[in-house]
């Protein structure tokens, strides 16, 4: 990482944090700071381009781009984290709660049933961490 | 498969057959066709169970239902086929070519560059078979 | 879900439920109960799709099903509690120890040395909970 | 690949390769000589580990072997050609073509209904390939 | 994409150019053109982010990155173009077509056989692009 | 396992330990010591097939080789136990931290930012078991 970013590297890099605020400010804090002694260079891409380059695009909206990430990570089933910072993130943009579970329950179709109810079990977690109180879904 | 369904299987096969047409009834018909003399039970549980059971629910509407497919199957990278049948669907309930692209180039951030460069060359087909004529995204 | 499901859907809901036991029911009612807070009508539908419309078929015996199984969840690498679940359930409906490690082991060919590995811890678990006692498998 | 292999060596090769004919010797010549020109030790490791180490053990009957690979590329989903030698295996160590389209459909459970319906139609071939009249599987 | 870029994201750009002409320009090239009439900006992303952030830094050298980039998409093993344009550029900054071979070959390690089977071919199909005759690997 | 094992095993088991004592030996003695009890052979398996046949041959440094699979296991991002001891044994090889660090954030582009990620915090966690102090990577 340069000490010195040029001008345009910090237009990209304050456009990708203004975004990511958006989304989920806290978590991207935690990674960036847990980043820091190892590869700070990849904290910084991981601003500029997702946030800075892709996400701030008109052409979809926060909450559109948050189901498909969403559904994505609980398809791939295997990045646990960044699929809790994600149903964070999608709630944070506008999604209801039964609309986060929807879309996970939906993986089972593409995914296979394990993938989705891992994908709840995060859901439950993240629920918990915002002091949701559980209520029935679907009656 | 039984010949004679019994009224309730036919009720969820009904409410399914009717939301695959909202969706891509012409595929629908063709992976109904291409299963009937080697596994017509799987076609009559593809139509039940996610399209009667799960696409029929209110908690998410269509657009949202197929971004999630599109990112889903774009990311998982395996199934080429019917990532092409859920961009026609995508298309077919109301996103536009620009949002369907926009979701595909977001899964170079989850799933890798080649994955999201193969979503958009499907896409592109698609695009194709539609008769969609060739326009710059972004100027 | 529905507080009065109509006669059909208790029928593959009791199906499943019922072969849900031979496989592995305390496993089965410990994901109901967890599923109740947050989705209970995914609960629903793995019971009466998997178990009752797919298991509960004459055309392949539950040894088999489980032995297909615990293959694909040891392929995948994504999904430890099921994976876990299903070697319980190989046991139950009548493999050997000595069968579901060859089975694991196996997985090697098809999704690398790790998969297989990670297959093999997860079986271990396994059978320390059972309470079965080491021995050398193949001396 | 060493022109003058040893004793031993000669002996896993020996076995494998007659482990090999059993599942599917036809196909075990085509990749034997599609690696004849790029990589002949590979082919000599295809023979000695998998065939002539894994499934020359009494362990587990070759049937259960062959349901176990059908389930995991299946599940996989990203190995197309392999799938095809493991059904024609399936089917030449004593699996019905049921059985074989049972545990391929069981997959929609644990990865999907794309993987599924992928694998049934790499049966379908592979059936077609093999002269199998087509009939109603379940009526 | 815009037409008139600004004068920093042409520095990353023409970085990211330049690095790709050294690993595969002509591949890099169809890639940018296939790109054209359906999402532009991603052909931009694809070259100043991989090629302009990434492959430029002096932190490990190219010949180095190939293999990585052979092994990882032979692994997952559901990028095959992507596969093929890796295999010419990793011939390209250096490395022999017996390494190439070598580093696909131990994939089978971590990803099984047909992982190393399928890629073993794509190098094959690469191998006779380029013109080289085939000769023993190893004797 | 065979308790006599004939000469020939014993050469290729040989020089399969040489091998992995040079990549990781205390990683491969807690492997084949915690596969005592389950799966003796797979253990034997281990050492013979990957570092007996395929890595001690000359085709490749054992550097690359090792880049090769931390590549491979950052992408797949399911192996965690797996990819921390080739992290290891990237830097038992000659790798230095920076290499380290450079290859598994060069897979963010193969195989998305989540994998990477995971992959980074996994070598957070060798860096600290080898006692490397924390450094700037790159300012």
């Known amino acids: ?13 304050t456009r990708g944090w203004a975004k990511l605020q958006e989304i989920d400010g806290a978590a991207g804090e935690r990674v960036v700071a847990s980043l820091a002694d190892i590869a700070p260079d990849f904290a910084k891409w991981l601003i500029e381009f997702p946030f800075g380059d892709i ?4 052409q979809l909206d926060l909450k559109s781009r ?3 990430v ?6 791939l ?10 149903i964070h993130g999608a ?30 079990f995060a859901a439950k977690e ?5 002091g949701l109180s559980a209520q029935q879904l679907a009656d």
């Open 126 to 130: 993240v629920f918990a961490e915002r």
């Open 91 to 120: 709630l944070n943009v506008g999604c209801t709660r039964d609309e986060v579970v929807e879309i996970i329950m939906q993986m089972a179709v593409y995914a296979g049933f394990p993938a989705a109810l891992n994908g709840l």
């Open 66 to 68: 948050e189901i498909g």
């Open 77 to 86: 089933g295997n990045a646990a984290p960044q699929l809790k910072v994600h």
């Open 55 to 58: 996400y701030s695009r008109p």
């Open 70 to 75: 969403v559904a994505a990570l609980t398809a």
């Open 1 to 13: 990482m340069n000490g010195t970013p040029n001008t345009t590297t910090s237009t990209r890099y």
